[in-house]
């Protein structure tokens, strides 16, 4: 795929060839602090290469990409956050959390939210999660999705 291409159709803006990849957490997973999130199910993708068994991505041309979503953890714990990290090479935005705070009563905790970032192929790129505690916690299945799109 080449960079994304503008094309003007009769009043309206194109972009023929846009990377994207909508995914979400398909089975309630059992994950421990510093995973990654379990998105091991692709809703639809172009471009954007996403692993269902190790839960990362590949993207098709380097760039900024728009990445919105998160997890919900069923477990009470004070704040709970989602981050990027490049497999290997660690957090590359380490002032980009996504993070919520948890009200201790509900039963669950969830962080969602969104960021920009720029993404380079060659690499495999993935999303870490972290809460309070260091206890495992079930992610849940249906309600943890993402959302990536290459904006230029």
Request: with cysteine; glycine share 14%.
């Amino acid at each position: 795929m080449t960079a994304a291409r503008l094309q003007s159709l009769g009043g309206q803006l194109v972009k023929p060839d846009l990377a994207y990849a909508f995914v979400y957490c398909g089975t309630t997973t059992s994950t421990t602090n510093s995973s990654y999130i379990p998105y091991d199910t692709v809703r639809s993708s172009n471009g954007i290469v996403w692993n269902t068994s190790t839960y990362r991505f590949t993207v098709p041309v380097n760039g900024i990409y728009h990445m919105s979503g998160g997890f919900r953890i069923n477990r009470n714990e004070n704040w709970a956050y989602w981050y990027l990290n490049e497999d290997g090479v660690g957090t590359p935005y380490t002032e980009k959390l996504v993070l919520d705070h948890g009200e201790g009563t509900p039963g669950f905790t969830s962080a969602f939210g969104s960021m920009y970032a720029e993404l380079t192929t060659g690499s495999e790129w993935g999303f870490g999660c972290y809460w309070t505690s260091t206890t495992t916690g079930d992610i849940m299945g249906g309600q943890t999705w993402m959302d990536i799109v290459f904006v230029g």
